[in-house]
Nanobody, 122 residues
């Protein structure tokens, strides 16, 4: 299984970025997938996850600003991030697990991409 993120970068507060995750040897619609992030000195935290049945969970801090989607044809996962804030600065990871349900703790996830850096300046 290979997860490869792209789309990170540096933006000013209020700006937008779109992260993509290309998935190999794993079908995005069959399992739980999502995005985690980790800022310097902090633990990894769930940003958004999507279950096999399409149910999406967002962290409270990103609700209304971030949108998670999966593309069944391209077998990709995306995270549209709008109205970015400096506190969104982190390394963002695409994740997957061998299960249909999603959970917030990071230890539930079996597969991790290498990460893509998002930096938001004020």
């Amino acid at each position: 299984v290979r997860l490869m993120e792209s789309g990170g970068g540096s933006v000013q507060a209020g700006g937008s970025l779109r992260l993509s995750c290309e998935v190999s040897a794993y079908t995005v619609t069959k399992y739980c997938m999502g995005w985690f992030r980790q800022s310097e000195g902090a633990e990894r935290e769930m940003v958004a996850t999507i279950e096999k049945n399409g149910s999406i969970d967002y962290a409270e801090s990103v609700k209304g600003r971030f949108t998670l989607a999966r593309d069944n044809t391209l077998n990709t996962l995306t995270l549209q991030m709008n109205n970015l804030k400096p506190e969104d600065t982190a390394m963002y990871y695409c994740v997957g697990r061998q299960g249909v349900a999603c959970y917030r703790p990071s230890y539930y996830y079996d597969y991790w991409g290498q990460g893509t850096q998002v930096t938001v300046s004020s």
